[in-house]
């Protein structure tokens, strides 16, 4: 019988350094508690850990996510430069994602990156439910990954 997603996530979670995976579990909490109905896609990726935050199962249809690696956590937002970002906390130089590095998790409740959030979760379409709660949903495992410790 195969593995309920919540198991699955706790054993991809298990390969993180303990205070790493307490750090990634803190920011997962913040997240699930910013956007309740949105469905989480989780990729346990060769470079990264992540955990998409999507109004609906397409991948496509994310615009918000976390990932995780040995090194730390980035809080990642697909059309980033199209972001308003006054206090310049977006990183990266790609086209279309940029990234703010995470701490901790309290570092998303800071008021600068709740209105970084505030502005992807506005460009994401189909928009985040109004009610209801999101589903754990594990989309794919490589074989083969970096350490995550």
Not at 7 to 22: D, T
Not at 51 to 57: A, F, N, S, V
């Amino acid at each position: 019988m195969p593995q309920s997603p919540a198991i699955q996530l706790e054993a991809f979670l298990a390969k993180f350094a303990p205070a790493m995976a307490a750090q990634i579990r803190a920011c997962r909490a913040a997240m699930r508690k910013r956007f309740p109905t949105a469905n989480e896609l989780v990729y346990d990726n060769y470079n990264f850990f992540v955990i998409g935050y999507c109004p609906t199962e397409v991948p496509s249809d994310c615009r918000i996510s976390l990932s995780a690696n040995s090194k730390g956590i980035n809080l990642n937002l697909m059309y980033g430069p199209k972001l308003p970002d006054p206090h310049k906390l977006l990183q990266g130089s790609g086209s279309l994602n940029r990234f703010v590095r995470l701490q901790h998790a309290a570092d998303l409740n800071k008021p600068e990156v709740k209105a970084l959030l505030t502005a992807a979760a506005a460009q994401t379409l189909p928009p985040f439910a109004k009610s209801g709660a999101g589903k754990l949903i594990i989309r794919s495992v490589s074989k083969k990954q970096r350490p995550r410790k």
